[in-house]
């Protein structure tokens, strides 16, 4: 009974992986660029993002550049400067839609 007890414990602890900032940054700018929620209009919402940086600083947006050519994005995180690729934001995406679209 008493392990039973020690695994129903554990249980209650493992929630699973947390989200990090870029799952939260394509979170919020999901929500931003409104319905319907497609890939193209999220491009665009993190392009808004990066020219607010540009004209405001940095602490307007965590977001650099985005490159469509080389489907690259680029922002600034504690880590410092990273490049996302556009799959990695489409699997962040494809998350956030399934909440936005619930």
Known sequence: ????????????????????PLAHLIFDCAKRAGPPHTF??????LELAAAR???DGPQA??????D????IITIHTKKGR??????????HFTKARKILLA
């Open 82 to 91: 990273e490049q996302i690729s556009f799959g990695t934001v489409r699997n």
């Open 1 to 20: 009974m008493a392990l039973i007890r020690l695994g129903m414990v554990f249980r209650a602890q493992h929630t699973g992986k947390r989200p990090g």
């Open 53 to 55: 940086r540009e004209l």
């Open 61 to 66: 947006a965590p977001i650099e550049k985005v």
């Open 40 to 45: 193209a209009r999220l491009l665009d919402e």
């Open 68 to 71: 469509r050519v080389w489907q």
